[in-house]
T-cell receptor, first 112, second 113 residues
């Protein structure tokens, strides 16, 4: 089955700096890669996603890149703000979104 | 729309007790699923359903049962609770096979003593 590894497990950055979180997946059949943000005590919420037919996708300060050959994808947050502090999860899946495999999560702390 | 709702928000069980975690959505979503979230392990899929009357197992199905008699509801049953089932449980739904965006419920925090 699919296995997703996520690094780093914790990341501290200064406000205004960039943050990068990386994930690798094992199943080359996976074709959908979402990123979720989870604030303390809250539910996970989708922030950006990418399909395997696209190499990069951007939404304001957030971007995701995908390297199908190497089977890894990354989340890039630019100009970080204190409200970006949260746990971020990557996931990989195929067919239907309900069968996602999640990474273990990255705790992002943005220091002001 | 209320979105995805879960009850209860918090529950304490004794080992061996059974209970049902409720999940409902009012968005007419075909796909629903249950995850458990444990520290350092992300979200792990327990069971999922692609439509009323159809369910299948995820990564960690042992000790849990599900049913999907209606589009709206997808209850998760713990048959005989064990301390290893202490976790936060999230229900999620998505519209159809062409829409992978999952909407999560607020979660149920379960403590098994």
């Amino acid at each position: 089955g699919e296995n997703v590894e996520q690094h780093p497990s914790t990341l501290s950055v200064q406000e205004g700096d960039s943050a990068v979180i990386k994930c690798t997946y094992s199943d080359s059949a996976s074709n959908y890669f979402p990123w979720y943000k989870q604030e303390l005590g809250k539910r996970p919420q989708l922030i950006i996603d990418i399909r395997s037919n696209v190499g990069e996708k951007k939404d304001q300060r957030i971007a995701v890149t995908l390297n199908k050959t190497a089977k890894h994808f990354s989340l890039h947050i630019t100009e970080t703000q204190p409200e970006d502090s949260a746990v971020y999860f990557c996931a990989a899946g195929m067919e239907y979104g309900n069968k996602l495999v999640f990474g273990a999560g990255t705790i992002l702390r943005v220091k002001s | 729309n209320a979105g995805v709702t879960q009850t209860p928000k918090f529950q304490v069980l004794k080992t061996g007790q059974s209970m049902t975690l409720q999940c409902a959505q009012d968005m007419n979503h075909e796909y629903m699923s249950w995850y458990r979230q444990d520290p350092g392990m992300g979200l792990r899929l327990i069971h999922y359903s692609v439509g009323a009357g159809i369910t299948d197992q995820g990564e960690v199905p042992n000790g849990y049962n599900v049913s999907r008699s209606t589009t709206e509801d997808f209850p998760l049953r713990l048959l005989s609770a064990a301390p290893s089932q202490t976790s936060v449980y999230f229900c999620a739904s998505s519209y159809s096979r062409d829409s992978e965006t999952q909407y999560f419920g607020p979660g149920t925090r379960l403590l098994v003593l």
